[in-house]
């Protein structure tokens, strides 16, 4: 007796008779329609962009804030945080040596990844393109990013460390 399953097409195959390659055929007309939307969903978001960083610029630090004791920080360390109220912004505190701090934004100039000091060759480093800074000044010393890092001054107070906008001159 012969099993005749093997030669049947199963129920759904019948019921919704779809071919596999008109099914994953994308049209030089579909390719270029999602083309045209992908384009201009980023050129959206690049307008809103440019639109927030000139009509709503971001405000700069008011007062002073308390990072951490000056106890917690050994030389040559770095200390991450961040400041009430401006929790997107994420801030590095730095230890260069005896009584030298520095403070900046740890959003590289680049495309805002995370820096970080090396305190084995004194610079701060971005992981993701290899974007390096200068540990005292914030300029860029190799790499792609554009500008140098957002700086805070450092104030020391009774063994506390506290930063605010960044002045000209380094009080410490
Ligand atoms: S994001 Fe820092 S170098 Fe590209």
Redesign the pocket.
């Known amino acids: 007796m012969k099993d005749d399953k093997s030669d049947k097409t199963p129920n759904w195959k019948s019921d919704f008779p779809i071919e596999k390659k008109k099914a994953t055929h994308v049209s030089r007309r579909e390719f270029a329609k999602y083309l045209g939307l992908f384009s201009g969903a980023l050129a959206v978001g690049n307008g809103a962009i440019v639109i927030k960083s000139l009509f709503f610029p971001e405000e700069n630090l008011k007062g002073e804030h308390f990072v951490c004791n000056e106890a917690d920080v050994p030389v040559g360390e770095m200390f991450q945080f961040n400041i009430e109220g401006s929790a997107t912004v994420p801030y590095i505190l730095i230890h260069l040596e005896d009584n030298k701090w520095r403070s900046f934004e740890q959003k590289?100039t680049?495309?805002?990844?995370a820096v970080r000091y090396r305190a084995d060759i004194n610079q701060i480093e971005?992981p993701?393109?290899?974007?390096y800074f200068n540990a005292d000044t914030g300029d860029v010393i190799q790499?792609?990013?554009p500008r140098a890092l957002p700086q805070l001054t450092v104030v020391r107070k009774e063994g506390k460390i506290f930063v605010k906008a960044s002045e000209k001159e380094q009080t410490v």
């Open positions: 590289c680049h495309l805002a990844c971005c993701c393109h290899k974007g790499g792609p990013p």
